[in-house]
């Protein structure tokens, strides 16, 4: 029998008669002929889809690029005079760093006739112990990425890096000692970057800082200050966790630190290091860590608090704050919000109960971002209840201040608070909430600059645009969340002159024209220069030292929680919609990587696309087509779906 096979879900839908030009795309698979014997393209190439991305991708990445290692400058040589240290075609390896939000992998880079083709895990590095995830080994190819920002722009026309220093030269220049004048940063964890803001509001006093990226966590901290934390992290040491409890926190997938996480995690897993550990997942869609968890509980994403609060009722010690305590017993009784307190969720909250009260100290209960920051305000409490502070969960404080965020940027800008704003490293434009309306407040501004890694939707905005330098390309630093700051160097000469960091243009702005590597040394005492050799070596200027006490103070968090009005009951006419970041793209920066968008999605095995998912039972309840696969050559129409969500609609093909 014959089984029709489909490459892609248009070619599912609309079928060979609506695409006539089908055969010429893809090869045709007939399961009764050899792979050898499938008919070619048209073209009489005989190179298929995939051969033609890996050819077409060998040749971005070579073509045109050039490299240096940084050596002193030197007059060029005769090719029989090379350097003796040199040898043609032999890899050469450094160490440097990359921060994804405020999680920080230290990284073992190959580099070869000055250009870097291959990345590892620093097996030096706490937090990444010889490993990476997926984005740190595509980071080299989005480093060739021929769309990069190449040029200076001003107002859409081609400039030069002179106009464009002359320009933010004046700029500092109108705006001092006045207001009018906002910056907004993304969350990278730079010490060094933190202080050259540090030294522009010195400079600059009325001068406004905001924090804009959706990878960071922002909840997270948030829930840290309500428990009396204000300015720390957390960082969960999994190698010693007997049980681990996770609410809708993907740390096995991408949430988090989870190359560390992972590492721990899988260390306690295997049966020949003794027993295993246990874990058991909450959340309201399946995730890589629903998939690994031993117990798994599906619930909408505005019920999870809730099921803490039972959680923490279970745990909590006789003297527990009463303030805390007082919103977490007996919620069996209360029938929070509608969520039918079923004799099956009783038993799990029971069982969860009786497996932390026997792991005091040897487990970990951890929230996803995607929560409220009570409820990660919550689970520093159970933590603190089960004595796992100092021993498999720690708190690290930072030397960064709290920044307000997109939400105050678009009121402040409304307001007519501010005249000009600098965008460094982020673009609100694209990923910022769809009804704070940016890209209509920012006509408004006298005067917008943008410096990011494309030419994107907040550069089409901005008066003055700005091409970033990648990571492989730049001096920085990185605190990680367990305090060990590592060092950023770059493997590359930027690809393009005009290219620069966020720390060179605030240098330019404070009037400070010495090399980038000097503010990382300044910023880091490194004043000798065995020590500064050293750090680059190494990768590690140095390694943290994890508190093992924290000072809590519970009754901003007993508000909190108190003031929250709990979950509706779920249901056709009460949908919740949960916005994820995407396991390739994340929040879209990788968006232009080939490579990344051909990895297929863990759980849903999905290339290229950006999905809306919804269960069988709520498409059947609300009349949505749910044919699936078809047997048989059938045409198979798509049903038009509409999504609205605080007055914002989308329209997708199910």
């Given at each position: 029998m014959s089984t029709r096979q489909w490459r892609s879900i248009r070619d599912l839908r609309e079928g060979e008669k609506a695409r006539p030009e089908h055969h010429r795309e893809f090869?045709?698979?007939?399961?009764?002929?050899?792979?050898?014997?499938?008919?070619?393209?048209?073209?009489?190439?005989?190179?298929?889809?995939?051969?033609?991305?890996?050819?077409?991708?060998?040749?971005?990445?070579?073509?045109?690029?050039?490299?240096?290692?940084?050596?002193?400058?030197?007059?060029?040589?005769?090719?029989?005079?090379?350097?003796?240290?040199?040898?043609?075609?032999?890899?050469?390896?450094?160490?440097?760093?990359?921060?994804?939000?405020?999680?920080?992998?230290?990284?073992?880079?190959?580099?070869?006739?000055?250009?870097?083709?291959?990345?590892?895990?620093?097996?030096?590095?706490?937090?990444?112990?010889?490993?990476?995830?997926?984005?740190?080994?595509?980071?080299?190819?989005?480093?060739?990425?021929?769309?990069?920002?190449?040029?200076?722009?001003?107002?859409?026309?081609?400039?030069?890096?002179?106009?464009?220093?002359?320009?933010m030269a004046?700029?500092?220049?109108?705006?001092?000692?006045?207001?009018?004048?906002?910056?907004?940063?993304?969350?990278?964890?730079?010490?060094?970057?933190?202080?050259?803001?540090?030294?522009?509001?010195?400079?600059?006093?009325?001068?406004?800082?905001?924090?804009?990226?959706?990878c960071w966590n922002r909840a997270q901290a948030e829930g840290l200050e309500l428990a009396g934390l204000a300015g720390h992290t957390v960082f969960h040491q999994l190698d010693d966790a007997d049980v681990v409890v996770s609410l809708d926190a993907d740390f096995l997938g991408g949430d988090g630190d989870t190359v560390v996480m992972s590492n721990g995690f899988s260390k306690r897993r295997h049966p020949k290091n003794g027993t295993l550990n246990r874990l058991y997942v909450a959340e309201p869609g399946f995730s890589v860590t629903g998939a690994m968890a031993d117990h798994r509980l599906?619930?909408?994403?505005?019920?999870?608090?809730?099921?803490?609060?039972?959680?923490?009722?279970?745990?909590?010690?006789?003297?527990?704050?009463?303030?805390?305590?007082?919103?977490?017993?007996?919620?069996?009784?209360?029938?929070?919000?509608?969520?039918?307190?079923?004799?099956?969720?009783?038993k799990f909250v029971a069982a969860i109960g009786k497996d932390l009260a026997g792991a005091r100290g040897r487990s970990a209960v951890i929230v996803g971002a995607g929560q409220p920051a009570w409820?990660?305000?919550?689970?520093?409490?159970?933590?603190?209840?089960?004595?796992?502070?100092?021993?498999?969960?720690f708190y690290t404080p930072l030397s960064r201040p709290a920044l307000p965020g997109i939400e105050t940027l678009a009121a402040d800008i409304g307001a007519g608070k501010l005249s000009a704003v600098l965008f460094l490293g982020t673009s609100p434009v694209y990923d910022a909430p769809a009804d704070l309306d940016l890209a209509t407040k920012l006509k408004a501004l006298k005067t917008v600059v943008h410096l990011g890694y494309y030419a994107d939707e907040t550069a089409a905005l901005a008066t003055w645009h700005a091409p970033a330098a990648h990571h492989l390309e730049s001096w920085g630093d990185l605190a990680s969340s367990d305090g060990t700051i590592a060092m950023q160097q770059p493997l590359i000469a930027p690809l393009y002159d005009a290219a620069q960091s966020v720390i060179e243009l605030l240098s330019r702005l404070l009037a400070d024209a010495s090399a980038m590597h000097s503010a990382v040394r300044k910023t880091?005492?490194?004043?000798?220069?065995?020590?500064?050799?050293?750090?680059?070596?190494?990768?590690?200027?140095?390694?943290?030292?994890?508190?093992?006490?924290?000072?809590?103070?519970?009754?901003?968090?007993?508000?909190?929680?108190?003031?929250?009005?709990?979950?509706?009951?779920?249901?056709?006419?009460?949908?919740?919609?949960?916005?994820?970041?995407?396991?390739?793209?994340?929040?879209?920066?990788?968006?232009?990587?080939?490579?990344?968008?051909?990895?297929?999605?863990?759980?849903?095995?999905?290339?290229?696309?950006?999905?809306?998912?919804?269960?069988?039972?709520?498409?059947?309840?609300?009349?949505?087509?749910?044919?699936?696969?078809?047997?048989?050559?059938?045409?198979?129409?798509?049903?038009?779906?509409?999504?609205?969500?605080?007055?914002?609609?989308?329209?997708?093909?199910?």
């Open positions: 090869t045709v698979a007939d399961p009764g002929k050899p792979w050898a014997e499938l008919e070619q393209p048209e073209s009489g190439s005989g190179v298929g889809r995939r051969d033609f991305m890996t050819l077409m991708g060998a040749s971005v990445a070579l073509a045109g690029t050039t490299g240096c290692l940084r050596k002193e400058v030197q007059h060029i040589l005769p090719y029989t005079d090379r350097p003796e240290d040199l040898i043609p075609g032999e890899p050469r390896f450094y160490r440097t760093a990359m921060a994804i939000g405020e999680n920080v992998v230290g990284l073992h880079v190959a580099s070869v006739d000055g250009r870097p083709i291959k990345i590892e895990g620093s097996p030096d590095h706490p937090l990444s112990r010889g490993r990476t995830n997926r984005w740190n080994q595509a980071s080299v190819i989005h480093l060739y990425d021929p769309d990069r920002s190449q040029k200076i722009l001003h107002k859409g026309e081609e400039s030069t890096p002179e106009k464009f220093a002359e320009a004046t700029l500092m220049r109108e705006y001092q000692g006045g207001g009018g004048l906002g910056v907004v940063v993304d969350g990278t964890p730079s010490p060094t970057l933190w202080r050259l803001l540090s030294d522009l509001q010195a400079q600059q006093p009325k001068v406004a800082v905001y924090r804009h990226d959706l599906r619930l909408p994403a505005s019920h999870l608090g809730e099921f803490l609060r039972g959680l923490a009722g279970v745990v909590a010690a006789a003297d527990a704050p009463a303030a805390v305590k007082a919103q977490v017993v007996d919620r069996k009784n209360t029938e929070p919000g509608g969520l039918a307190w079923s004799e099956r969720f009783e409820v990660h305000g919550l689970a520093a409490f159970v933590n603190e209840q089960l004595g796992n502070v100092g021993k498999t969960v880091n005492g490194l004043e000798s220069d065995w020590a500064w050799r050293r750090a680059v070596h190494d990768g590690i200027v140095k390694k943290g030292e994890l508190a093992v006490t924290a000072a809590f103070a519970w009754n901003a968090l007993a508000t909190a929680m108190n003031q929250d009005k709990g979950p509706t009951k779920p249901g056709p006419g009460a949908l919740e919609v949960v916005f994820q970041l995407d396991q390739s793209v994340l929040d879209g920066r990788y968006a232009n990587t080939g490579w990344l968008q051909e990895l297929p999605d863990p759980i849903t095995k999905i290339t290229w696309d950006n999905c809306a998912f919804i269960s069988p039972a709520t498409a059947k309840a609300l009349g949505v087509d749910d044919s699936g696969v078809p047997e048989s050559d059938i045409e198979v129409k798509g049903q038009l779906v509409e999504l609205a969500v605080g007055g914002q609609k989308i329209e997708i093909v199910t």
